[in-house]
């Protein structure tokens, strides 16, 4: 009776720690794809825009200022 509550608790933490690891990768896929597919060419057109000199720089930079605020 022990050995059979003991595979089940060992299974139990494998199913909770593959759960945990799981999540954690796909926290970091997430945040890694946002960061390079979205936020960086993003920031580098708006580093463009701005380096010429332009009269819309103002609103690109309140809109740069709005997706800061929603990542």
């Known amino acids: 009776m022990a050995l059979t509550h003991c595979t089940?608790?060992?299974r139990c933490l494998y199913v909770f720690t593959s759960i945990i690891l799981a999540l954690?990768?796909?926290s970091f896929n997430t945040?890694?794809?946002i960061n390079?597919?979205?936020y960086r060419p993003i920031?580098?057109?708006i580093r463009r825009i701005q380096s010429k000199p332009s009269?819309?720089?103002h609103i690109l930079q309140a809109?740069?200022?709005k997706?800061?605020?929603l990542l």
Request: proline content about 0%; glycine content about 0%.
């Open 31 to 33: 945040w890694f794809y």
């Open 43 to 45: 920031t580098f057109i």
């Open 67 to 69: 997706l800061i605020l």
């Open 8 to 10: 089940v608790s060992i």
């Open 63 to 65: 809109s740069k200022f």
């Open 36 to 38: 390079l597919h979205v």
């Open 24 to 26: 954690f990768y796909w």
């Open 55 to 57: 009269h819309c720089s």
